[in-house]
Structure formats: C-alpha cells, structure tokens
C-alpha cells in the first residue's frame, strides 16, 4: 500500500491481536507509531487485547497512557479492554492492578455487562471473592445486565470464600433470571455446593441436571475427592456414560482419590488409562503420580516416575521429597533437597517444611536443625507455625524436650495450638509431666474444646501412675460429650472399595481379623526394638490386643514370615486375592524394618503383606493403628 492510514494500521493489529498473534500485533502498532500515525480508540482496544494476550502489564500501562495523551481513553471499548488488561496482568502502582482498574471502573460513563463481569472477576481470580460479591450486588442495584456470566463468576466467589448463604441466595435468584439452565452457570453452583461442603446438595443438581459436560464431571468428582474418595472413584467410572474423555485435571483429581485410599492397585491402573492417553508429559499429572505412588508405598516406581520427568518445578521436587519422608527415607530426602538447590531452584517455606520433616522421621536431628538455620540465615524465610511446630517435633521426638521448650518461647510470635501440640504430643512419647500439663493447659486456653488434649494428658498421667489426675481429666473429657474420631481404613476387593472403621465388629469375619492381628501382636515380642507402648494402650480399646501389646512392649512395624492357609481366605472371601490398604496420620517414628529371608512386610504408614503359595498370590494389607 503506498499510504497507510489508521484504518488499514488498526485493521491489521487487530486482525493479528483476535487470532492470537499478540507478539506480530505489538510489532506493528510499534511500526505504525514509529511512520507517525495516531492510533484512534479501536487500535488502543485493539493493541490492549494483544497486551493481555502477552500477559504485559507493563505494555497496557504504557498504551495507556499514550491514549491518555492522546485522548482516546474514553468510550466503552476502549475502558473495558483497559478493565481486562489490569484485571487479568496487573500494573499500576498498587502492582495489584485492581486499584487502576477500579479508577477505570468508576470513572466509565457507560458500565455494560462487560464492564462489570470483568471486575467481578478480577476480584475473584484474585482471591477477593467478597469484593467480588459486592461488586455484583452493585451492579444488581444499579439495574446493570444480569447475563450468565456474571451470575456465574459471582457464584465462584461466593465458592471461593466458602459463603453458602450468599451462594444460595445466588442460586435462587439465578432461578428466577431463567440463567438456572444455562450450563456455565450449573457447573458453577455445583462447585459452589462441594466447596461449602453441602455433597448431598451438590449431588442432588448434579443429578438433576439436564446437560452435563466434562466440567460438571470434573466439579463433582473434586468435590467428592475432598471430603468421600471412594466415591469420587464410584463416580470416576461412570464418566464413560456420557460419551465424556477424562482430561489432565480429571485424571489429577482421581490420582488425588487414589492417594487418599491409599488404593495402590486402582492408582495403578489410573497410570494405565494416563498413558494410553498420551498424557504423560503433562507437568500436574506427572507430579500427582509421584505423590500417588510414594504415598500408596511405592517409592521405588514414585522416583522413577520422577527421575523420568522431562520437565520439574517446586512441587516435583516436593512431592519426591515427601514420599522419602513418609517412607522412612529421611536421608535420600536430603540427597534430593541438596540436588535441588544445586541445580539452582528456590526453595520455599514448604521445601525446607518437607526436608526437616524428613529428618524428623528419620531421627536426624542435626541435620534438621542445620536445615532450619539455612532457612533463615541464608535463604532469609521466616519460619511460620507449621515450620516451628516440625522443629518442636524434631526435638521431642529425640528427647529434646528442654530445647524444644526453649524454642517455642524464643518465637517471635505467640504460639499456637499446634505448636503445643507437637510438645505435647513428645511429652507423651517421653512420659514429661511436668512439659505435658503445661502444653495441655496452654491448648486448653486456646482451643477449649479440644478432646484429643485431654486423651493426651490423660495417656501422660497414667504412664506417669498419676491416677488422681488421670481420673480427673477423663472426668472433665466426659463432661464435654466429645469423642475422639475413629480411625478409618480401607479395603480394596477386586473393584470394590470398602471402609471400614476403628472397632467395628459388624463384620461377619470379624473373629479372623482379630486372630490375625492378635498373631502379629504376638510376633512383634520377637522384633528388638527401644520403643515403649504404655501411652499407646489408652488409644486401643480391643481388651485381648491391649493385653497382648502390654506384654509386648513393643509398637513397630515388622517383616516376619507368617503361614496362613490358602483355604483360609478363599472360604472367607471366595476370591483368589484380596488387599486392604490403609492411610492414617501417625505420630510415631516411622519405622522400616527389613528380613532379606522374609516375604510378608509391614510398613507404616503404608504396608502390605504378600503370601505365597503355589501359583496363587495373596495381598493383605494395611496399616495397624495403635
């Protein structure tokens, strides 16, 4: 063309900016800048578009004001695209962008639905979902559009806060709107109802829903994977029903169900289904199969998974080092921090959190307590609670109960109940009186209503033969009508899961069970060990296993060759296998004994026996809490 003018310039940013070719976009509103053409309001919303695309926030600020100075920064195009650059990239002096982007805002002489959906969400993808329900409440008093998209970034603030008034609220006014049937808006009040944990509401619209995409599938499976695992799994199978393919995030979530059964098998062939996908390479999944595999107890497949990684970040590396810890590999944890910060990656509070937790596992405590000095002398990362609280665990575990003492006073905040708890919970393990009924008395002032204080206390004193105050706080633990939670398991039978809880004896099998535990019980009289159960009998309520751990005097997990009849299981379970799998949140050392000679192991906190004999192979396992 022998001469541009600003049409023919706009007409080609624009055209560049819509298809996604942000950076040839920026290239020639430069090039038309640099011939001395003024770009008019439709190439500023044009160029504005392609800054948000670059994710420049830098950029929209200086578009910003070249249009200011040109005065073109008015009309509706132009404010709502420089709305969605500092709402989505930031910028402005704040840093934050919403500050600039309010500015915008209020000063709009027209606000359309654009206008006020991108503020709303700009608030909520910001983490402000109550500035971003006012927002929307305005824009209903002001008579501004009602369309879906507001009411459905709204109901995610109303999730994102955890405000199930408001969302229901939303709900029926959503309803009322004729928006109820709109799917965007579905999908959203039901990750609104699993997000206030209202299951069974969100269940029952999930149900009732006349269209459903991946979206509504992957909502309600993240829902139940926070609060039912097993049947997020139930649900899992039937996406196939709908004609829908599972995405990365569906197969995360499920990986996270798998993980928090501690089903090894279903994770397994989850993996399975991932790679005949193709979707291996994806960075969430890859680091979601390292958690799932060293957390079901295989660390071996875990680090091969990550060794194999072609791309890691943060959480790669994390994951990998708490899958060592809770296996017991305290010093392989090590080994992998230091890699890691040799190849140049920032730690954060939660690496240093993982690798002194590891050490405290494993029992070593200079080592931990050398790693909590790096994190605040060198990488300048104040400790916060749970940091403080790992350490105090590192120390009472070694017996350190003075030192850890002094910790908590030399904080520079006060300490909270789980800083205690952790005090309390070593008193415990070291019978200190003295320590415990202060950590006791100091959670009671904070949180009053917490029963497992007064177990622990109770447990301290009777191991101490301090009957008169035993009997006193069991008195006081009656008088709150509270109950400790029973612990859970699971069984895995073939495809089906089951759970199952601590001293349920509806089982018809249930006198096989306690046999085989009372059998284990017996064997671990035989293990050599420095570790004493007399705080762990008040926990275990089975009169014939207390008895046998009394006289056992020991609470670790053994490897022990043990003979059990084929038979045996086929006439109880009519099956060829059979795996129960455990998950529970111990306050023990981890232990990791090994026979080269034995083929049964246990593990905590994922164990599994395997028995052979003839060509059938049998799994039995899951972890034993005491």
Known sequence: ?????????????????????????????????????????????SILTACKGLGWCHGGVAVHAVAVRLGVDRGKYVENAL?????????????DGMGEARKVFEGMAERTGVSWTTMIAG?????????????????????????????????????SIGSLTLGRQLHVMVEKSG????????????????????????????????????????????????????????????????????????????????????????????????????????????????????????IADSRKIFSEMNQKDLISWTSMMIGYGINGCGKEAMELFDEMINLGIQPDHVAFLVVISACSHAGLVDEGLKYFDVMRTKYNIPPNSEVYGCVIDLLGRAGRLVEAYELIKEMPSEADESIWGALLGASRMHNNVDL????????????????????????????????VEFAETRRLLRGMGSKKEAGTSWIQVRNKVCSFVAGDRSNPYVDLVYEILEMLVQHMTEVECDCNSDGLLHDFEEPCVAASIQNAKKHHFIREDISLPQHLFKQAFGL?????????????????????????ELQSPHCSVDISEGDGKWSFGGLVEF
């Open 1 to 45: 063309m022998p001469e541009r003018d600003v049409v023919a310039w706009t007409a080609m940013i624009s055209g560049y900016a819509s298809n996604g070719r942000h950076d040839d976009a920026w290239t020639i509103f430069r090039r038309m800048t640099a011939d001395g053409v003024g770009p008019n309001a439709y190439t500023v919303s």
């Open 83 to 95: 709305l969605d650059v500092y709402a989505s990239c930031g910028g402005g002096r704040d840093g």
């Open 123 to 159: 608030y909520t993808h910001r983490g402000d979902g109550y500035t971003g329900v006012l927002v929307f409440r305005q824009m209903v008093q002001e008579g501004g559009e009602l369309n879906p998209f507001a009411c459905s970034i709204a109901i995610r603030a109303c999730a």
């Open 179 to 298: 928006h109820g049937s709109n799917l965007p808006v579905a999908n959203s009040l039901v990750d609104m109802y699993c997000r206030c944990m209202r299951l069974a509401e969100a269940r029952r619209y999930f149900n009732e829903m006349p269209q459903r995409d991946l979206i509504t599938w992957n909502a309600m499976i993240a829902g139940l994977e926070r609060c039912n695992s097993q049947e997020a799994l139930q649900l899992f199978l039937k996406i196939g029903s709908e004609d829908l393919q599972p995405n990365c995030f569906t197969f995360t979530t499920i990986l996270s169900a798998c993980t928090n059964l501690a089903v090894l098998h279903c994770g397994q062939q989850v993996h399975g289904a991932i790679v005949r996908r193709g979707f291996t390479g994806n960075l969430q999944i890859a680091n979601a199969l390292v958690d799932m595999y060293a957390k079901c107890g295989s």
């Open 436 to 467: 415990g009924r202060l950590a006791a008395q100091k959670i009671m002032d904070l949180k009053p209503e917490e029963a497992n204080t007064y177990v622990l206390l109770s447990n301290i004193y009777a191991a101490g033969s301090e009957w």
């Open 576 to 600: 060829d296998s059979m795996a129960i799998h455990g998950l529970g949140n111990s306050t023990k050392p981890h232990i990791n004994e090994t026979r080269p000679e034995s083929n049964i």
